[in-house]
């Protein structure tokens, strides 16, 4: 089941431009991430926040955290051609949970 | 540092073989994941071992086993493989299952025909 929802599920914009990517979830959590995945790869770790911290920056990274609504944002600053990638937040529920992900959102960036 | 290793890349099974997808990972990681991900599907996890001498099923374990053979290393075998198991298969790992993010292998694309 899943307990991240992104959305948009697909964005697309110019170079220069921000991104901004949304994520919705059920439960109580112990910390949100979001991870990036370029065609035919792995994921990469991008940003961890906690259940008790509601926004943090990585770099052109910018993670907001509302648990109130349940939900959370990630901003890309800037944007570059390279940022072009799809975006999963995934959740924790703490205790002896595993991480469940979203579907994710596809980022275009166009040059 | 390699991180998270997995063998093969690429994979055709007929229906009804079997094959171990290999995971390995140098970062003395304690838990471990395999995750299978599908068109529009997100990431499901299939089983995960929370430290050595552990496994526990995840939201999708049917038609899969595992084996943690050591703080390294962490198999997936598909028994009697079917259509409904093509789809692309990552390994993670992280330090402590609670609050480390994940390091993903390049993971495994496997095709039942």
């Known amino acids: 089941s899943q307990q991240g929802e992104e959305d948009p599920q697909a964005l697309s914009i110019q170079e220069g431009e921000n991104a901004t990517m949304n994520c919705s979830y059920k439960?109580?959590?112990?910390?949100l991430q979001w991870y990036r995945q370029n065609s035919g790869r792995g994921l990469v770790h991008l940003i961890l926040i906690r259940s008790n911290e509601r926004e943090k920056h990585s770099g052109r990274l910018r993670v907001t955290l509302d648990t109130s609504k349940k939900s959370s944002s990630l901003l890309i600053t800037a944007s570059r051609a390279a940022d072009t990638a799809s975006y999963f937040c995934?959740?924790?529920?703490?205790?002896?949970?595993?991480?469940?992900f979203g579907k994710g959102t596809m980022l275009l960036v166009s040059p | 540092n390699a991180g998270v290793t997995q063998t093969p890349k690429f994979q055709v099974l007929k229906t009804g073989q079997s094959m171990t997808l290999q995971c390995a990972q140098d970062m003395n990681h304690n838990s471990m994941y395999w995750y299978r991900q599908d068109p529009g599907m997100g990431l499901r996890l299939i089983y995960y071992s929370a430290s050595e001498g552990t496994t526990d099923k995840g939201e999708v374990p049917n038609g899969y086993n595992v084996s943690r053979l050591n703080k390294r290393e962490f198999s997936l075998r598909l028994e009697s493989a079917a259509p409904s198991q093509t789809s692309v298969y990552f390994c993670?790992?992280?330090?402590?299952?609670?609050?480390?993010?994940?390091?993903f292998g390049s993971g495994t694309r496997l095709t039942v025909v």
């Open positions: 995934a959740t924790d529920a703490g205790g002896y949970s595993t991480l469940t």
């Open positions: 439960t109580s959590i112990n910390n």
């Open positions: 993670a790992s992280t330090t402590d299952r609670a609050g480390g993010g994940y390091t």
